[in-house]
């Protein structure tokens, strides 16, 4: 589509050229009065050219947008995948890593706020109270009371 712009941009160019050096030898006014229309028509085609060209590349910039959420999609689908929703505690529902999928990660949890926005946000053990421990989540502040840890089934109070 460049090549076919660029050849036409050249044309008009040419066109421009050949309808000034008409006016400027100042032959009878029915053909400076022509040459003037087609200056006119110059202009217009110029700029519908590159109206054209700001649209192909506006679709350009759409389509690499559209490409790079469809991979930001698929990679989270991928990544996903790899957890399963559990109750850890009565009414308590964190993303739990299936181990099988990937034997190198170490047991963890994931928010399931975080995770329905499709963030990972692994649940951070801040301490202890009252017999449970208090999980985080870094990213929304979310705080959960739990006794028992990831890897072993929770004991509900």
């Known amino acids: 589509m460049y090549a076919e712009i660029a050849t036409a941009a050249a044309s008009i160019k040419t066109f421009a050229d050949l309808t000034s050096l008409i006016l400027k030898t100042k032959v009878d006014s029915a053909v400076t009065e022509k040459a003037i229309e087609s ?3 110059i202009i217009s ?3 519908a050219m590159l ?5 192909h590349q506006s679709l350009l910039a759409e389509k690499a947008e ?9 990679n989270w689908e991928a990544e996903a995948s790899k957890y399963s929703l559990q109750e850890i505690a009565p009414g ?3 993303y739990v890593h299936d181990s099988q999928e990937d034997g190198a990660a170490p047991s963890h949890w994931l928010c399931s706020r ?17 017999g449970a421990n208090i999980y985080l989540c870094l990213t929304c502040q979310n705080t959960l009371q739990i006794y ?8 509900s109070e």
Do not use: D, W
């Open 92 to 94: 308590v529902f964190v």
């Open 39 to 41: 200056q006119s028509a």
């Open 51 to 55: 109206a054209l060209q700001s649209e």
């Open 148 to 155: 028992g840890t990831p890897g072993e089934r929770p004991k």
């Open 66 to 74: 559209l490409e790079r959420r469809l991979v930001n999609v698929q």
């Open 45 to 47: 085609l110029q700029t």
């Open 114 to 130: 975080c995770y329905n926005e499709r963030k990972k946000s692994i649940l951070q053990k801040t301490g202890r109270m009252g």
